[in-house]
């Protein structure tokens, strides 16, 4: 009871931090997002988009798995730690120079746009960047010393969002995103190199990184499938629709993204370690996954709920009606981040008891329904009107949906067999929250046609929703909400 309870108080710690880290980071990014979409041309966008398509098949290259490796085995030495940053740099510095020669090749592919080269070489260097700072980075995440993680996040946020911002003012264009990704990736690696005071040695074993690649090789492959199912996409619609289209998906599935990762990044960061320490331990074991499916869900499903009925007043409150082609994409990828966020939590389960290559099995279920509803709606990515002219794009989405949907079924039923428990256990743990959230949201409707003021109908929507979802669940005498309380009063 000791070991559980101690366990428990780190675990909470350790979230904590990572929501203050994650918090604080959107906050910085949303005031400067909102301030470079309303000074940058729209199709300025479109081209960093393009270039982040190709960025992100190959950063997966460069991380390997090795972090999530590093953080599912339970002691790790020194030179091991060693072995895993030079195999990162080495890794890094080639994927760079391929992605530099194939600068001309990305262009192409985007109706020969020559924008794109200089962007992209000066982009891809954040490979080698990031590449410096994972072992960094994830030794503290395991030791569930996150406070660090959490300053060199905050400072280099702060110090590339005033980089983009002045060179924005300054007329730079797309520069200044790019610059922006640069700074950030810079700055947070010099960070952790000076204030931890960790230091690899001389010393590199191929053994070691075999090791290693036997649970990384598993989250490589897996993480390949979700990157091409999320990128993907992008691809497509730059292609086939053009670069402009392709900034209003760009937009959408940034401050989609921006909402679902951050609840991602935190319970994957806060919840790996401690089911890591359970893993062999079934009782425990499947007392943590039933405890962390319902505290997930009692944070998701309002959040993400309420970020779909808000979306139109919260577009022109930021940036009156120069992105309203992309309010409707942003509200079906926030769709899509339930189940993804579900599916993304239960891979942890999956992850602690070792069992990473079936994640790739769960991928491979998503990516063939994505194949198959990319294929159908092919025809109509293209396709606008006056009235919606990102249609073809809409329905492209719904296939994403379709496909998350499924991918988080099959990912539960895996998830759960591993955690010794059942199916619809999981989904009974998840219940509850959602209906709270949906009798929460149905007040917006009515609240819609009484409000014309964005600002005002904004404000009575968030407060009303928060309201009576707290209400619901108090009058249900809610555990998690309880302790979740407990937990923000706490001061460490």
Known sequence: MGNRAEMKQKVARTVKWSAIDKVAGVALNIATGIAL????????????????VFQAFAAIFVEGGFATALIQKKRISRKEYSSVMWFNLAVAAGVYLIMYLCAPLIAKVFDNDQRLIPLGRVMFLTFVINASAMVQTSRLYKLMQ??????????????????ALVLAIGGFGAWALVWQAITLAAVKSGVLWIATGWRPRRYFSIADIRRFFKVGSGMLGATFLNVLFAKIYGLIVGNRAGILPLSYYGQADKWSTMGVSTLLSTMTSSFLPALSAYQDNKVEFAAATAKMNRFASYIMFPCLGLAVVVATPLFHVCFGTKWDAAIILFQLLMLRGVFTSLSAMYNNYIIARGHTRLIITTEIVRDVAAAIAICVTLPFIGLSTTAEPTKGIAILLWGQIAASALTWLVTMVYAARLSWRRWWEYVTDSAPYAASCIIALLPCGVLARLLASNIWLLAAECITTAGIYLGVNALLGSKIQKEVISWLLRRS
């Open 37 to 52: 979409a309303n000074i940058l041309p729209r199709e300025d966008f479109g081209l960093v988009a393009a270039v982040l």
């Open 146 to 163: 996150v406070k660090m993680i959490a300053a060199s996040n905050a400072i280099a946020t702060i110090v590339s969002s005033a980089v």
